[in-house]
């Protein structure tokens, strides 16, 4: 599924604005523009603040119909402190979060926006907490609403940068310098994680003024890192970006204060996203903030989020993400348990299915020894019971039909009484019956047959089947007699 992103870099004296299109052909960037703002204080008339003016340039010259807004807004206006809070929990640090950090802001808590991002998660958590005036941020979105533009990521200025450059280098530890017009932010990243943050208000200064005031406050940042967290900051490199001051000049300045190389950031090689443009098109420096927070969207970089208007689940999940987790874990399991008993249980079914299927085809061989073919047990016994009613197998015409007393007579009376032998089923049907017993010996099998062959009721004599029963010690017996018709008998 395709997106569009409106991508704003809002500072005290421009927008830039980045138009992006994100689908399964990859991220295009369809357009950009920096306006200038030329004075940011409050106004009364929302038609004539300095934001409104500068977005509604922005939106006649880019499409912006449906797109998800990103704003950054300007560093000046966020308030950075370093916190340690004994929970791991993001649920558990965001109750705390208020109580924790309103000692330490210059104005009441009421009247701020606070979100927080983790440094190090342990038994503790340092995380800093960022907060950012309710009034200042309001005229900013009172401007974007006037476009019917609501963002679903606020951050402050130089965020999004870090923390995409925090992403592709894990394993190492590097300063990042935002730099704009008036302010200069710098990020301390270790491990993966933005450690500490501040910003320095530089104002309208000289370029040498400047570079002194970041010289300075360089040093200090790297004091009260080492003042924060028990384990020494050493920098591999250091990065920046920004047109406030000459990027020759930043790189200086950073190679002899802190003897590393100074590399300015390109957004193509940062964000963690290819982005497509126009052939021939370089992209402007002031790419790397808008840019870099369409990655943080797309990558599902966590990052702080000023926007209060989040939606619910989200926002749930966000702080019940492990109990959630676990609950879906244990419901697995539970479902793969109950999934592994239905097939046991289907499976024993089928055996149970398998062993009376196989006892109704046993049992159909011995009552229809004569049907060599099996194909459907049941039915056909159904149409030899049909067969053998209809042929009135049990009792027949009186008048026509040999009796079966009578025959069960004559077979009393032709068996030998020397011969051990019990017989235990009688079936007759279909001009045949089929006596079953047992007996001592294979010998008496056939001196059976042979009395039976004197009487005046079979034409026909044949022993079925004869087998040795180890267990009673007696030979199972079938034997088929061959029924004429009344008329044949002689």
């Not at 008339?45 to 797109?67: F, K, M, R, Y």
């Not at 970041?214 to 920046?240: G, M, S």
Request: aromatic content about 8%.
């Amino acid at each position: 599924m395709s997106k569009t992103y409106l991508s704003l870099d809002i500072r005290d004296q421009s927008i830039s604005g980045f138009l992006v299109k994100s689908g399964l052909k990859g991220n295009s960037i369809e357009g950009h523009v920096r306006v200038p703002v030329e004075a940011a204080e409050e106004s009364e008339n929302q038609l004539e603040s300095p934001w409104h003016q500068a977005i509604s340039v922005i939106v006649d010259q880019l499409d912006t119909n449906g797109a998800i807004c990103l704003i950054t807004v300007p560093p000046a206006l966020i308030s950075y402190r370093n916190l340690r809070i004994p929970f791991k929990e993001n649920r558990k640090i965001r109750q705390v979060l208020p109580f924790e950090v309103e000692p330490l802001l210059p104005f009441p808590l009421d009247d701020v926006i606070l979100d927080f991002q983790t440094a190090h998660q342990g038994a503790t958590s340092d995380v800093i907490a960022a907060a950012v005036e309710k009034t200042k941020l309001q005229s900013i979105l009172d401007a974007l609403t006037a476009f019917r533009l609501k963002p679903q990521i606020i951050i402050p200025g130089g965020f999004p940068v870090a923390l995409c450059l925090a992403a592709q280098k894990k394993e190492d530890s590097f300063v990042y310098i935002d730099i704009d017009e008036s302010t200069s932010t710098i990020f301390a990243v270790v491990s993966g994680n933005v450690h500490l943050v501040r910003s320095i208000y530089m104002g309208a200064a000289s370029e040498e003024l400047k570079i002194q005031t970041l010289k300075t406050n360089i040093q200090r940042f790297l004091v009260a890192f080492d003042t924060i967290y028990p384990f020494e900051f050493q920098p591999a490199a250091a990065y920046f970006t920004g047109d406030g001051i000459a990027p020759d000049a930043v790189a200086d300045t950073i190679a002899r204060l802190l003897d590393i190389s100074a590399e300015p950031v390109r957004a193509e090689e940062t964000a963690g996203v290819n982005f497509q443009q126009k052939p021939g098109e370089d992209l402007p420096g002031r790419a790397n903030n808008p840019l870099c927070l369409v990655g943080v969207d797309l990558l599902g970089i966590a990052s702080l989020n000023f926007f209060q208007e989040r939606f619910p689940f989200y926002r749930y999940w966000e702080e019940y993400k492990p109990d959630i987790i676990r609950t879906a874990v244990i419901g697995a399991l539970v479902l793969i348990v109950g999934m592994y008993g239905l097939i046991f249980q289907v499976r024993r079914l089928n055996q149970q299915v398998n062993r009376v299927e196989q006892q109704i085809v046993s049992t159909f061989s011995s009552t229809f020894p004569d049907v060599s073919k099996i194909v459907d047990p049941l039915q056909q016994m159904r149409v030899k019971v049909r067969q053998a009613k209809g042929e009135n197998m049990f009792a027949g015409n009186m008048d026509e039909e040999i009796l079966n007393i009578e025959i069960l007579n004559d077979l009393s009376r032709l068996i030998p009484s020397s011969v051990d032998v019990v017989i235990t089923r009688f079936v007759r049907g279909g001009g045949s019956a089929l006596i079953s017993g047992h007996t001592n010996t294979f010998n008496a099998v056939d001196d059976i047959k042979g009395a039976l062959s004197d009487s005046e009721y079979f034409n026909e004599i044949t022993i079925s089947s004869a087998n040795m029963d180890k267990s009673a010690n007696r030979v199972k017996f079938k034997i088929k007699l061959g029924i004429p018709e009344t008329g044949d008998i002689s």
